[in-house]
């Protein structure tokens, strides 16, 4: 089921996306996340993606709120296709 957000949430998501592309990983012409699992074999980059979903799960109260629930809804998401 594909997530909805509201209004106020979308213009923000379509004016910057520190969640998927975020601007600090994306420059250049390769994506960083790409490179990463490039370099780690199958099993080591789905660790990769579970150690992130934690790291983003845990700070969420503490830090990041919403847009560290969205990351790790992310990372998730790419674990899943895989």
Sequence with gaps: ????????????????D???HPSHYTTGKVECID????ALTSEEFRGYLKGNILKYTWRERGKGGDESMRKAEWYLARMVRK
Excluded: D, F, G, Q
């Design 1 to 16: 089921m594909p997530r909805t957000y509201p209004p106020s949430m979308i213009k923000e998501l379509m004016t910057k």
């Design 35 to 38: 490179a990463i699992e490039s």
């Design 18 to 20: 520190e969640v998927n």
